[in-house]
């Protein structure tokens, strides 16, 4: 248990799949240091993450990296008051690397070991930096969760919060939150459908931002993809249709092969920008990239509204690499005004992976006492809810 007035610094290790972090946050709240090592260098010639060569590099780099959250903190590494570590869900491989690194730096420092699930990493993302801009949000709350590995909705509760007069609550430093799960994708992540279209194209490595940039240029109503129909759930996603279709519209249309090939030729030479990667897209290119992210936001922003109104949510928290994308966020602010329901992102840091979501996720638990032994272990299938 904290000390009354004892500012909690918790170290937090992040290895679940791509990026290599490591954070040092105060509080839970405030942000001393926060490292990211990013592998899109290594997998990008692959056009996805390969699992083998994540865990070799997170071999590589997880020493440097926490080093280099403790001076950027300004910290050695034995003040810290508690390591957290990310226990899953990701690759296996990638975790059991940042899970055995916390557990051996707990044993040799002595310090609490706490194991934090990575989706509820991405919860704390949205709530770090709402607390920093004295915007807190209310519950309950639905999120968001969309990435290259998830794509999932939560009911977010929380107890132990004064009780406001409307009978809403507001979240008190701490506190812990509870999570029911709401729906999922079936099939593809939105990220992983950002990314494997993107391949198709060859637009480069990761997909999801320059489909982002490409998107504006294009015409969004061009290409009419088929609703997604999903029996059962109506909170849950499938993009593995919308990849499917591109992919034979490709087929139909031989003569693009052409400008494929160019932008083959360019990202080969490094050229990867958007003003280089835009000359080379026809204007049949730009309106497929338009209307495929124009299909996937709506999708997205769509389900989420409507759990959000089923389960009274107060506020709508949306995390993860593809809430960094710009469309998405802009569809989510102009449904949420019209809902009159607050929406939630993290800074586009804060966005994908890293580790201050880590150790801020890590904290609730902290104050509670909660703390693993040397038995812990890596569970790439770990469930929040
Ligand atoms: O959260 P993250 O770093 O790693 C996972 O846990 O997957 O998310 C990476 C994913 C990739 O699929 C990437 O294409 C996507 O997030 N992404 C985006 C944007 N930036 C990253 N998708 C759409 N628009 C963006 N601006
Ligand atoms: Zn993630």
């Known amino acids: ?38 592998q899109i260098e290594i997998h990008r010639k692959y ?18 990296v926490v080093r280099e959250a403790a001076t950027q903190a300004n910290m050695n590494l034995r003040d810290v008051d508690a390591i957290a570590v990310t226990r899953g869900p990701g690759l296996v491989g990638s975790l059991i690397v940042g899970v ?15 194991p934090v699930n990575h989706l509820e990493g991405h919860v704390h993302a949205v709530l770090l930096e709402a607390h920093l801009a004295n915007r807190a949000p209310e519950f309950p709350a639905v999120c968001l969760i969309v990435s290259g590995g998830h794509t999932i909705l939560y ?23 509870h999570y029911g799960r709401i729906g999922g994708t ?23 931002p320059i489909v982002d940039q490409l998107a ?10 088929a609703p997604t129909k999903i029996r059962g759930n109506a909170y849950d996603f499938s993009f593995s249709g919308i990849k499917t279709a591109v992919f034979y519209l490709l087929r139909k249309h031989p003569e693009l092969q052409p400008e494929i090939d160019t932008r083959i030729a360019a990202l080969a ?9 835009r000359p080379l897209c026809s204007k049949f290119t730009l309106d497929l990239v338009a209307s495929f992210q124009r299909s996937v936001v709506e999708d997205l922003v769509r389900r989420t509204m409507g759990a959000a109104e089923e389960f009274k949510a ?7 690499g593809v809430a960094a994308n710009r469309a998405l966020r802009v569809a989510f602010d102009d449904a949420g005004a019209q809902a009159k329901r607050s929406i939630y992102f993290p800074s586009r840091a804060l966005s994908t992976d890293n580790a201050a979501m880590i150790a801020a996720a890590a904290y609730p638990k902290f104050r509670n006492g909660e703390a693993a032994d040397v038995t812990l272990n890596a569970e790439a299938n770990l469930p929040l809810a």
């Open 47 to 64: 056009g996805g993450v390969v699992p083998e060569l994540a865990s070799r590099e997170h071999l590589r780099r997880i020493v440097p």
């Open 100 to 114: 055995t690194y916390g557990k051996a730096l707990a044993m040799s420092l002595n310090k609490p070991l706490i």
């Open 314 to 320: 107060r506020a709508i928290l949306v995390s993860g």
């Open 216 to 225: 504006p240029f294009g015409d969004s109503n061009a290409v009419r993809f």
């Open 1 to 38: 248990m904290q000390e009354p007035n004892h500012t909690a610094r918790i170290l937090g290790i992040e290895s679940s799949c791509d990026e290599t972090a490591a954070a040092i946050v105060a509080n839970g709240q405030t942000i001393l240091s926060n490292v990211v090592a990013s």
């Open 186 to 208: 079936r099939d593809d992540a939105a990220g992983e459908a950002y990314d494997k279209v993107a391949k198709m194209l060859a637009l480069g490595y990761p997909g999801g």
């Open 155 to 177: 009911r977010v509760i929380h107890t132990g919060a004064a009780e406001r007069g409307n009978g809403s609550i507001v979240r008190g430093d701490g506190d812990p939150l």
């Open 269 to 277: 030479r490094g050229e990867r920008s958007v003003e280089a990667i």
